[in-house]
Every structure is written in C-alpha cells, then in structure tokens.
C-alpha cells in the first residue's frame, strides 16, 4: 500500500516553455503533499507543502509565482514550472502523507527536468 | 525551524564490515527521525525510522539510535553487502512542521569487494 505515482518520469523542455508534473496517491487520500527538489549530488529540498483545498505554503527561497502548485483533491497535486530556465534543472520529487500525525513519507518516483 | 546536519559525506568499507553514519538535528521538539536510501535517479526508500520515545530500533541488519539529550541519532548497518551502496539520508520532523521533514546531506556509502 501506500503508493505514490509521478508523471512524467523525465521531460526536456525548451527555455521559456512551461511543465506540468503530476503526483497521485494511487491507494490512500493524502490530505498533504511535498514538493522537494534535488540537484545533482545534494540533499532533498522542500520547496513546498500542498494541502489540499488551500494555498501551499512555500519554503523561503522558493517563488510562488514560478512553481505552481494545485492540490485539488485528495490524490492529486501538481507542480507547474512556469518559464522555465536551464537552472531549473532538476530532479523533482513528490511526497505524500495521510492525515495521521506522524505517518510516514511516501515518495513518488521523481521527475527529471531538462531545460535547454 | 529544523536543521539537520549529517557526517560522514562519503563512506567506503570492505564488504561484512559495519558502517555507521551520523546525524544531528537542532530542534528539540523533533519526534521523528526517518532514514531513507536513495539509489542514483531513484526516489528515497524508507529503511528504518524512530520516534522519540523510543531508544533504539533494529530490523535485521539496521539499527537505528537516537539520543534525545544530545539530540543525535546514528544509522548501523552491519555485514554490509555491496548491494547496499547508496546514498543515504537521515530526516527529522519537528512538532512545529506539520508532516515535513527536514532532510540531512546524504551520505555516500560504498561498500567494497
């Protein structure tokens, strides 16, 4: 149980264009998503906490305006990079959790962005 | 908020030996520390987790200890295999955070022939 499902698994995307990702828990309602990013040899960084019906609530750093985040409903979050830059580069990895204090994290598979 | 600061960045041991690697975390209100392992372009796999009212905890060749007073905790794997080599990651979560966890800076083990 407990699965988190990501899409796309990789996308290459021109300077300027925007991408959609998509993170799904497939067997349980995730009341909050993560958003974290990884670059290349470094650790996980939050880039924001989507609960769902509400606003997401960003790490400092991280501009609202060119990560979107939708947390629809309770098995669906998406991230949009809008405009995005060949810094934006990365490894984008959502996490989910159940309504129960304290659960476990569950990890989807990630998405790796190429911006060219 | 939480910071979370891991050693050693790179491990390397001959296969069978123990590896330990450390973590410390800032905020004592902390209860929950995950460690995850994370293989190249995969996503981080929970092994092993702990929750502050507890000591110690072990399954199979894992154990994890945490320290509350000096708020630390320690990864031991012991008869390493090469299939262990990874990239590891300890997390702590704080009261204050919600559900997030703040992650350490990963290690990188790699277990030898």
């Known amino acids: 149980g407990a699965v988190v499902s990501q899409h796309p698994s990789w996308v290459i995307c021109k300077s300027g264009t925007s991408v959609k990702i998509e993170c799904r828990s497939l067997d349980f309602q995730a009341t909050t998503m993560f958003w974290y990013r990884q670059f290349p040899k470094q650790s996980l960084m939050l880039m924001a906490t989507s609960n769902e019906g509400s606003k997401a609530t960003y790490e400092q750093g991280v501009e609202k305006d060119k990560f979107l985040i939708n947390h629809a409903s309770l098995t669906l979050s998406t991230l949009t990079v809008t405009s995005a830059h060949p810094e934006d580069s990365s490894f984008y990895i959502c996490?989910?959790?159940?309504?129960?204090?304290?659960?476990?994290?569950?990890f989807g598979n990630g998405t790796r962005l190429t911006v060219t | 908020g939480e910071n979370v600061e891991q050693h050693p960045s790179t491990l390397s041991v001959q296969e069978g030996d123990s590896a330990v690697i450390k973590c410390t975390y800032s905020d004592s209100a902390s209860n929950y520390f995950p460690w995850y392992k994370q293989e190249l372009g995969k996503r981080p796999q929970l092994i092993i987790d702990i929750r502050s009212n507890v000591g110690e905890k072990k399954d199979q060749r894992i154990a994890v200890t945490l320290n509350k007073t000096a708020k630390h905790f320690s990864l031991h794997i012991t008869e390493t295999q090469p299939e262990d080599s990874a990239v590891y990651f300890c997390?702590?979560?704080?009261?204050?955070?919600?559900?997030?966890?703040?992650f350490g800076t990963g290690t990188q083990l790699k277990v030898e022939l």
């Open positions: 997390a702590a979560r704080y009261t204050g955070g919600g559900n997030k966890l703040t």
């Open positions: 996490s989910a959790v159940t309504g129960a204090y304290n659960s476990p994290l569950h």
